[in-house]
């Protein structure tokens, strides 16, 4: 099984830039499925980025242009680069990743001030 540890949230301004980090506990170089959730209190859970199993990104509409998804496979970490970030952007973010089953981190803090 997976082990994921989050890194990476903070408090920072509107327009600033964040990265999160999402370091697995084994090899991930196998693992094509993976990618990062969001919520707010009281929202429902957004997929904000992921690799698809065919190697492909995709980003919500909300934070296209702005965040970027990327892996390092030989530090075996999934990452999520933030920037021009807006109040909105504000949660609760989590990595996930798909081997044998769904594989989650356990949340990252992000807030956004205007």
């Known amino acids: 099984q997976v082990q994921l540890v989050e890194s990476g949230g903070g408090l920072v301004q509107a327009g600033g830039s964040l990265r999160l980090s999402c370091a697995a506990s084994?090899?991930?170089?196998?693992?094509?499925?993976m990618g990062w959730y969001r919520q707010a209190p009281g929202a429902q859970r957004e997929l904000v980025a992921r690799f698809t199993s065919s190697g492909s990104t995709n980003y919500a509409d909300s934070v296209k242009d702005r965040f970027t998804i990327s892996r390092d496979n030989a530090k075996n970490t999934m990452y999520l680069q933030m920037n021009r970030l807006k109040p909105e952007d504000t949660a609760a973010y989590y990595c996930?990743?798909?081997?044998?089953?769904?594989?989650w981190g356990q949340g990252t803090q992000v807030t956004v001030s205007s």
């Open positions: 084994g090899s991930i170089g196998s693992i094509n499925a």
């Open positions: 996930y990743m798909m081997a044998l089953r769904m594989n």
